[in-house]
């Protein structure tokens, strides 16, 4: 059971998996192992609308996300 307080900007969503054997012996996907090499386009692209809605979806906790714990540029 996972109990997790109501969020206005959350959709929150869980599920359970089953493997048939233990994980370290199942052999990976080839495509999922093209991800991981260095010179691989990256899966997920980043942009102002999500940006602006992480930060409003921090900022209903009390965070503030522009404030002194902003992440350094470098």
Avoid: Y
Avoid at 36 to 53: G, K, Q
Wanted: net charge negative.
């Amino acid at each position: 059971m996972i109990t997790v307080e109501p969020h206005p900007l959350l959709d929150l969503s869980a599920f359970l998996t089953e493997f048939p054997r233990s994980l370290g012996e199942v052999a990976p996907l080839p495509h999922l192992m093209d991800l991981l090499s260095a010179d691989s386009p990256a899966p997920l692209r980043s942009s102002d609308e999500i940006r602006l809605t992480v930060r409003d979806m921090l900022r209903h906790g009390g965070f503030k996300p522009t404030g002194r714990n902003k992440p350094a540029s470098e």
